[in-house]
């Protein structure tokens, strides 16, 4: 297995509900990440998991509350969203941290906030 | 001025033509990275490099490390290779990737 699995490929919540993302892969990948993709806008990145633990938060608002229960899950659980959170999100996966190991992405969940 | 820099931001071709899309960045860099993505859709990763030339079909993909400069280049163009096509860096020291803007690519038949 070489994919990185994202659910549901499509979302829509109002700003009062509470929905998770889900993203898992069976490659023995033991970083794993979350992006955000803006219309005809790079990537940005949100968090990166190492070994099940959170290594990087980019100054994310707490309204989006990322889980990594194993190794080959990563949950992105929203909750209170803003409509300016509309957005494509995608995960990824390496082998481990640091720039020597190719990324896996996933198709992505676009999510409409209402 | 952003540190990963492509060119063109669009680029329209008909079948069958050579397509070559730039990247120039500016920081040191463990690999640079070449991603496909279609309209609406996932990312797909076709070539890191460190050095030198990597090729894969259609594809081939170029740096010159003491340029800071990279090329992916498309032979015999196809309709379906339309796609934004994303130039990345992994910044030396980082754990993160550096994106570029993308371009996006459209091959008329």
């Known amino acids: 297995d070489t994919e990185v699995t994202q659910t549901p490929k499509h979302l829509v919540m109002g700003m009062t509900n509470k929905k998770s993302l889900k993203c898992e892969q069976h490659?023995?990948?033991?970083?794993m990440y979350w992006y955000k993709q803006k219309a005809k806008k790079p990537p940005e990145l949100m968090f990166v998991?190492?070994?099940?633990?959170?290594?990087i938060n980019e100054s994310v608002p707490s309204r989006f509350s990322p889980e990594c229960p194993n190794s080959s899950l990563l949950n992105l659980h929203l909750h209170a969203l803003q409509p300016e959170d509309s957005a494509l999100y995608l995960c990824?996966?390496?082998?481990?941290?640091?720039?020597?190991?190719?990324?896996?992405f996933g198709s992505g969940t676009r999510l409409t906030v209402v | 001025k952003n540190e990963v820099e492509q060119s063109p931001q669009n680029l329209t071709a008909q079948e069958g033509e050579f397509i070559t899309i730039n990247c120039s960045y500016s920081v040191g860099i463990s690999a640079l990275h070449w991603l496909q993505q279609h309209p609406g859709g996932g990312i797909v990763s076709l070539f890191m490099?460190?050095?030198g030339k990597k090729k894969h079909g259609r594809l081939i993909a170029t740096i010159n490390i003491q340029e800071k400069h990279s090329s992916l280049h498309i032979t015999a163009s196809h309709p379906r290779d339309s796609a934004v096509y994303i130039c990345?860096?992994?910044?030396?020291?980082?754990?993160?990737?550096?994106f570029g803007q993308g371009t996006r690519l459209t091959i008329n038949p």
């Open positions: 998991y190492s070994y099940e633990k959170l290594s």
């Open positions: 990345a860096v992994g910044k030396r020291g980082a754990q993160k990737l550096v």
């Open positions: 490659m023995g990948h033991r970083a």
């Open positions: 990824a996966s390496s082998q481990d941290l640091g720039q020597r190991y190719g990324y896996t």
């Open positions: 490099l460190s050095s």
